[in-house]
């Protein structure tokens, strides 16, 4: 439905260059709600108002439907005026001497997306009886929350039939309780409405919560695209790992390959992980990190250990209560682990540990030094 291939932006900020863009290569399925994802700066509002309109590439190519948007080698340019897609602001940016119901007709009453007055009114009533803002159709958008005038600049977009709809952190100005609401609502909304959508958020809970696949950007570049499994149990990089969520890393080196296990030597002896799903099967002999979640390490009490798997030996250095589970710090020979457990599992600091390590959950990727990715081209 959306396909993006080689998309480049560069700034020019006084002497200095900006790749905002470095060859972003994407595509989107009809129907799919897709969540770009991204620390501050990698990126990914440049390529939203690159699919917009809004700003013009250097390089690559922009498709919409089969239909070119942008594409540099042919000089396409398309004005965001004239391109199948309507957009919702983290600002939410809409008409505050409007109402609800002048704020959604707005757009409908002049240019392409012009609807006769019959056709218009039916449209704006379905719209906001879906957003669940009839009965405030007539009031002032200034006299509403800021969840509800996001639901007024949602309405908007929905009302247009875009072909694709982009969203910018549109929960980012809410308060947690109503975000992690209206995450929920909005998903099962553009569903119901099978609306291709491209998503923006930094918050990594939010696009495990919403997508249905995610690409994680850093630094101009695409790093990983899959779904939200795929990205927090097979991370391909240590960027990518470390930003959805927490993970310990253990360098070692290939000392021996079964199969898709691989066999570490590491500071705490042989330890064995799996390369992730469309990760680079290494040789023996490189180096390798393993990457395993706090929640993945298993912790008993030194003398009820049984013998089996991958097991360490640690020392309980410090733990922090947070409720529904408990986070520990744990000093494995040189290294120190974060561990976390159920709150029922109790130790002290100084209680000697068995750790296991699940071969499964263990993942075997690339240091991320010696990928080249975050590394800016000439
Ligand atoms: P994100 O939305 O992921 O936070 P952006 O797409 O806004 O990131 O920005 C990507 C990079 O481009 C950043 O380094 C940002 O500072 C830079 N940038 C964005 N817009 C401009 C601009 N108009 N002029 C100069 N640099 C810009
Ligand atoms: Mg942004």
Known sequence: MLEITQLRKTYRDKR??????????????KGEFLVLL????????????SIAGLERPDEGEITIDGQPVYAAAQHIF??????????????????????VYDNVALPLKVG????EQEEREKRIKEVL?????????????TALSGGQQQRVSLARAIA??????????????????????LRSELKALMHQLELTTVYVTHDQEEALAMGDRIAVMN??????????????????????ARFIGEMNFISGTVRQIDQDEVHLETALGNLVGKVPKDGQRPVVGQKRTLGIRPTDIDMIPEQTA??????????????QYLGESIDYTVQAGPITLQVKTHHRLVFQPNDCVTLQFDPKYAIVIEPDDETGWGKRHE
């Open 160 to 181: 247009q039939r875009p072909k694709v709809l982009l969203m910018d952190e549109p929960l980012s100005n809410l308060d947690y309780k109503l975000r992690v609401r």
């Open 306 to 319: 049984e013998a089996r798997g991958d097991q360490v030996a640690g020392t309980i250095v410090s733990a």
């Open 16 to 29: 200095e260059q900006v790749y905002a863009l470095d060859g972003i290569d994407l595509a989107v399925k």
């Open 78 to 99: 398309v004005p965001p005026e004239k391109r199948p897609i309507s957009m919702v602001f983290q600002s939410y940016a809409i008409w505050p001497h409007l109402s």
């Open 219 to 240: 630094q101009g570049k695409l790093i990983q695209l899959g779904t939200p499994r795929e990205i927090y149990q097979q991370p391909l990089t240590e960027f990518v």
């Open 38 to 49: 991204g620390p501050s700066g990698c990126g990914k509002t440049t390529t939203l108002r």
């Open 112 to 115: 392409h997306r012009r609807l």
């Open 129 to 141: 009886a879906l957003l669940g803002l009839e009965s405030l159709a007539d009031r002032k958008v």
